[in-house]
């Protein structure tokens, strides 16, 4: 709690912490990293990088935005479903009109409507946003089953599928929108006078609003920005996948929340950072990825996850301590 | 606004006089989500032959998909409501064996279709074996490849009977064909994103890949999706028989699926549910033949499921 309300009073030393602790996370990956260079012999070379790269994009667009919400010490339990109505929506415009533009604007717009109603439910409703995003996942939920029937939709143009499996310079795409996404999203948070509000509201609601910080409005700011990002990932997927059917975000959301946490944000709001998510995103896609490359037996590979999360997140604690 | 009350004036019009006036049997349909096509093939079926037989169908699906404590409410409160008969798909063959006992003791006569029930009485089950298809998709995939090369299967979710026992199939078909190598069994969670990252993964450890078994459908899009990404070319082979699945046959990306024929087990199901109320001899169990949706047989299966017509129990029974 003495670290939040430092950061509200002071950023420019908050910073400075945010960059440390950022740092032992990278340490936890590393580590990781060189567990499986050591133990598979394709896992270090370009195509691998790039492979688990271009899955981590996914999931941290989709943690991004959480990660504000989170920082204000709110969640959103929401954005699988939105996942699933922003890209099924998205994946019938562009089936019906075949404008690739008019998918992505209704992906990214639905997302954001959604969004700005979580948002709406948490100020004006004032509803609890655990309980306001999960009422809001289940209508999300609802509506989608209802509107595609047990039914999926397929193929997709050209042009839109090279969001998710194109290429620039034999980087994949995905890796350029997340690359965009972590700066604009550190910058916001870092060096803006609304980040640093949204940290303020977190650390110290109470503080924050007699400060002078505009609180509802910028809750309505993170949750429509987490919405808009679930757009946006929803819209990565139907790229990548080349369908869309009424679950495709369904197991998304435990695993975006863990990427932000495990990232070395806290659920009691006020600090974390875009760039640690990013990390914690990375952990959870390596984990996937080494167990696929050393061809772990599947009975194991729940056991596994569970064991290596952990172990990342001591061996961070632990080097944090010495460090102190 | 307007339009909103008028649609649901019209469904509580539609709901009355369906409740009201109602010719026949009533028969309580359970199925285990709404998301994936398999079920909705299933309650299309029901629905379809309830309309030849002239009873009434009502669809109970838990709103999370395969949630168990979901269906054993509806079941009691089904319970309450008192169908004269039920055709039951347990999301869950061993947790849903009590809800079975309370209808038992309830005297509702219950079909049982798709997923065996661990326990309880049946009036009849009605399914295709997923070992059987896994055995006959998984041949099929082996000798198209020419008998040798590398394969990787994909698994649905780790502890599922229906992942199991196709996974069971894939491997004693692999028995078969000596000088085939099984790269990988890897799960893919029956879901086309796992699927396709695992997949991703795979294809950094292993340059030849001639052939992928997947436990459904969709995992096998993702792995067409993760192959075309990398520019590799393999065999791939899905199962459920889907609209997806045979649109994919028809362009030349996937090369069979194993077709579980859900609208056919509806239909049957529901039929064997209204012969056994109206005192006809009805069998013990009847088992589907596992078929191979490929290029040379897909045709049928373009018609979609809404407009088909339901084969009766001596069609079935009878080949």
Redesign the interface.
């Known amino acids: 709690m003495s670290t939040a309300t430092s950061k509200a009073a002071a950023p420019r030393f908050a910073l400075s912490g945010d960059v440390m602790q950022t740092l032992y996370r990278v340490l936890a990956v590393v580590l990781l990293c060189l567990m499986l260079t050591a133990l598979s012999d394709v896992f270090l070379t370009a195509n691998n990088i790039l492979n688990v790269l271009r899955q981590t994009a996914l999931l941290f667009l989709l943690a991004s935005g959480l990660t504000l919400v989170i920082l204000t010490a709110g969640l959103d339990l929401s954005i699988g479903a939105n996942v699933a109505l922003s890209g099924c929506l998205a994946a019938s415009v562009m089936t019906l009109t075949g404008s690739p533009l008019l998918g992505v604007a209704t992906g990214i717009a639905c997302g954001t409507v959604i969004g700005l109603a979580n948002g709406v439910l948490v100020t004006t409703l004032r509803i609890p946003s655990f309980i306001a995003s999960y009422g809001m996942m289940w209508m999300l939920t609802g509506i989608t089953y209802y509107y595609m029937a047990g039914e999926t939709i397929h193929g997709f143009p050209p042009g839109f599928r090279q969001l998710g499996s194109g290429h620039l310079l034999s980087i994949p795409m995905p890796v350029y929108v997340m690359v965009l996404f972590l700066a604009i999203g550190a910058l916001f948070a870092q060096r803006t006078i609304w980040g640093q509000q949204i940290y303020a509201i977190g650390a110290n609601p109470v503080a924050a609003r007699l400060s002078g910080v505009p609180v509802e409005r910028r809750l309505v700011l993170v949750y429509t920005m987490s919405g808009a990002m679930a757009g946006l990932a929803s819209l990565i997927i139907l790229a990548r996948i080349n369908s869309a059917q009424g679950d495709i975000g369904e197991e998304l959301t435990l695993p975006a929340i863990a990427a932000v946490l495990v990232g070395g944000a806290s659920l009691f709001g006020g600090s974390g950072t875009v760039a640690g998510t990013l990390i914690g995103a990375l952990l959870l896609t390596l984990v996937l990825n080494g167990m696929n490359l050393l061809q772990i037996n599947s009975s194991w590979q729940p056991l596994a996850t569970g064991i290596i999360i952990l172990l990342a997140v001591w061996i961070d604690t632990r080097t944090r301590r010495v460090g102190e | 606004m307007k339009y909103l009350v008028v649609s649901l004036t019209a469904a509580l019009t539609a709901l009355w006089s369906g409740s009201a006036f109602a010719e026949g049997e009533t028969i309580a349909v359970f199925t285990k989500n709404?998301?994936?096509?398999y079920?909705?093939a299933v309650r299309v079926g029901t629905e379809t032959a309830a309309k030849t037989l002239g009873v009434k169908v009502i669809q109970y699906v838990p709103?999370?998909?395969d949630s168990i404590p979901e269906q054993l409410s509806q079941v009691e409160d089904v319970i309450v409501k008192k169908p004269d008969a039920i055709v039951f798909i347990p999301v869950d063959y061993k947790a849903l064996v009590p809800a079975v006992e309370k209808i038992n003791a309830a005297h509702i006569p219950v079909t049982n279709i798709t997923d065996r029930s661990a326990a309880g009485d049946f009036v009849a089950f009605v399914g295709a074996d997923d070992y059987s298809i896994g055995l006959a998709i998984g041949k099929r995939l082996l000798t198209a490849i020419g008998g040798k090369g590398n394969v990787i299967i994909l698994?649905g979710v780790?502890g599922s009977l229906t992942s199991t026992n196709r996974v069971r199939g894939f491997t004693d078909a692999l028995k078969d064909f000596p000088n085939v190598k099984m790269l990988?069994?890897?799960?893919g969670?029956f879901?086309?994103?796992?699927a396709?990252?695992?997949m991703?993964?795979?294809?950094?450890?292993f340059p030849q890949i001639d052939g992928v078994l997947a436990a459904n459908d969709?995992m096998a899009?993702?792995a067409i999706?993760a192959l075309?990404?990398a520019n590799r070319k393999a065999l791939v082979i899905g199962i459920n028989g889907?609209?997806?699945a045979v649109?994919l046959i028809k362009s030349g990306k996937l090369l069979a699926s194993g077709d579980f024929n859900g609208f056919i087990q509806g239909c049957i199901g529901t039929e064997i549910a209204v012969r056994n109320l109206r005192k006809q001899p009805t069998p013990k169990e009847v088992m589907l033949k596992p078929v191979v949706v490929d290029k040379t047989n897909f045709a049928p299966y373009e018609t979609p499921v809404e407009q088909r017509t339901c084969p009766t129990l001596e069609q079935i029974t009878s080949n």
């Open positions: 709404l998301t994936n096509p079920f909705q709103t999370k998909p698994e780790k990988a069994s890897q799960p969670n879901q086309r994103l796992n396709l990252q695992v991703e993964n795979l294809i950094q450890s969709p899009v993702g999706e075309e990404a889907s609209r997806e649109d």
